[in-house]
């Protein structure tokens, strides 16, 4: 008998999972940029970057070499292939707000299809925010770079160079199948990261309300009234780590633990590593001299075992850690032993966002910085400009859209994935390798060509 090809992942079914479930179609129409009369309609420009990303395709070079593949300029929507500088002279003048809509959209029917309810902790949904560096460079910058001063070594002889790099900060889901990142704000040249981060929390409210998640984990650098301040006001409970920068209460905690025993001892097995943890847990402690608010400190002094090779040998090492958190979650609903593994969690929007994002999707690749290829527009005084350079921008979004929809359609549809136990790039690689076998497009000679197949 003929063996028959094993069931893999196609292009038809991730569109029809796309278009039913979050009427991708109907955000995919309503984008624009900022091009008079384009024969490569922005439809067609998205989809091809949104499939590059699909793909884990690293460069739009490598883009424009499967867009030379008939199958693929039919599925986008495209009359022909086109190069990388279509991409450059269209995404540089993107909306970006038809594409936050879209990432908004996309959560939110998430949330709506309970796909984040599996990772409640006590029923609450949680979330986690910080910063990350973009890109950095020694030459090419644009208007919305930062500068710093750099001392590098160069044939024996130190040296101190001005680089130009992109900041910003992030909020992402961390618990549940699917990670979404909620949204995104870029640091401004001068501005430091709390205040990008305030700009993100005010943004958040209006795009979801105050209620779409109910905890935020956050790093030492947010320990700060006005922080506080909004997030109280906003109805989330937070859980943030603690060190020098509040120096008042990190010494008064610190004093206060050293004088009894722990609450509480605790331990787990997670990951291939022993925890054996001591934890104390106090409410009533002072923010700081200019803020007298009460929060409540927990405190674990923590003991990680794990086993590594040593010459051929496997031994046991050991390494000890201290932690300190502020919180506002109650006492009663969330023990010491809770807040720690909330505290830890935050590293999962490392893990998991940013160092996925970082290896497995191009996110450092620095699409269109600085690129000067872009569409004009009349400015006040009559003259046409350059529009403001909105690429890099464009492309993080989009590269988030493919990271959450990817996800999405692995974890929460895939009978495929929880049969076999694929990993997300081996779905990449199958929906890559299905474009050639998209049928063709076939008519009669004297019939009008049909519209073209998009998602």
Known sequence: MRRQDKETHELPSFARYLSKVFDFRAG??????????????????????????VFRLPSF??????????????????????????????????????LEQMLVQVNRTLKR?????????QGRIVAAM???EILASYSRCCESCSERRVVVRKDGVKTERVQYY????????????????????????????????????????????????????????????????????EGWDVVISLKQNQP???????????????????????????????LWDT????????????????????TVTQNHYRAGKLEAESTSHEWLWITTLDRQAFPADQVRRLGHDRWKLENNGWNDLTQNWAFKHGFLHACKHRPRMAAENGQRQPVANRGLAVVTLILLLAFTLCAAFTHCHSKLVRRNRWSTIEVARQLRRSVSKLPPRI????????????I
């Open 28 to 53: 995919v129409a309503r984008l624009a940029d900022a091009r008079l009369a384009p024969e490569i309609p922005p439809a067609a420009v998205f989809l091809a970057a949104f499939h590059g990303f």
């Open 61 to 98: 070079q490598q883009l424009e070499a499967e867009l030379a593949d008939p199958g693929l300029q039919r599925w986008t929507g495209a009359p022909r292939a086109f190069r990388d500088d279509v991409f450059r002279y269209s995404l540089c003048g993107f909306s970006l707000d038809g």
């Open 113 to 121: 299809n309970k796909v984040f309810d599996s990772g409640r902790v």
């Open 130 to 132: 910080d910063g990350v």
């Open 166 to 233: 992109h900041r910003l900060v992030g909020c992402q889901i961390v618990h549940g199948p699917v990670q979404a990142f909620l949204a995104l704000e870029w640091i401004k040249p001068g501005e430091g990261e709390e205040t990008a981060a305030l700009r993100l929390l005010g943004r958040l409210r209006d795009l979801y309300g105050s209620r779409f998640f109910d905890i935020l984990l956050l790093d030492a650098l947010y320990a700060q009234s006005a922080v506080l301040d909004l997030v109280q006001q």
């Open 248 to 278: 008042d209460l990190y010494q008064s905690a610190v004093r206060l633990f050293a004088r009894r025993e722990p609450d509480v001892r605790a331990s787990e097995q997670r990951g291939g590593k022993s925890y054996q943890a001591q």
């Open 283 to 302: 409410e009533g402690l002072p923010l700081s001299s200019a803020d007298p608010r009460l929060v409540r400190v927990v405190r674990s002094e923590e």
């Open 443 to 454: 008519r009669a000679p004297d019939c009008p060509a049909p519209e073209p197949q998009t």
